[in-house]
């Protein structure tokens, strides 16, 4: 079982940024898979973003080119970096862990983008 947190979330204007982190209760490259996914009002929760134990990175279309998801062994987070945000992109955050067959999830964090 892994433990995740999720923070950084907030209000910010569009064509603004936002940097999201998940702290796990582990060591983030000893998890097979680490994603975050977002759920909008209303809409199915969506895949954003996937990294994968050997480095490899998938992006959502929606996002691509302006999300990065990066780990960081120290802090013992995975975080999104969320760029040129756009009104379309308010959800909640949730961070998702894979390990031994198990997936966890962390308790979500709300971005809006909004003038």
């Known amino acids: 079982q892994v433990q995740l947190v999720e923070s950084g979330g907030g209000l910010v204007q569009p064509g603004g940024s936002l940097r999201l982190s998940c702290a796990a209760s582990?060591?983030?490259?000893?998890?097979?898979?680490m994603r975050w996914y977002r759920q909008a009002p209303g809409s199915e929760r969506e895949l954003v973003a996937t990294?994968?134990?050997?480095?490899?990175?998938v992006y959502a279309d929606s996002v691509k080119g302006r999300f990065t998801i990066s780990r960081d062994n120290a802090k013992n987070t995975v975080d999104l970096q969320m760029n040129s945000l756009k009104p379309e992109d308010t959800a909640v955050y949730y961070c998702?862990?894979?390990?031994?067959?198990?997936?966890?999830w962390g308790q979500g964090t709300q971005v809006t983008v909004s003038s």
């Open positions: 990294i994968t134990i050997g480095g490899n990175r």
């Open positions: 998702n862990a894979l390990s031994g067959g198990r997936g966890d």
């Open positions: 582990r060591s983030v490259f000893s998890i097979n898979v």
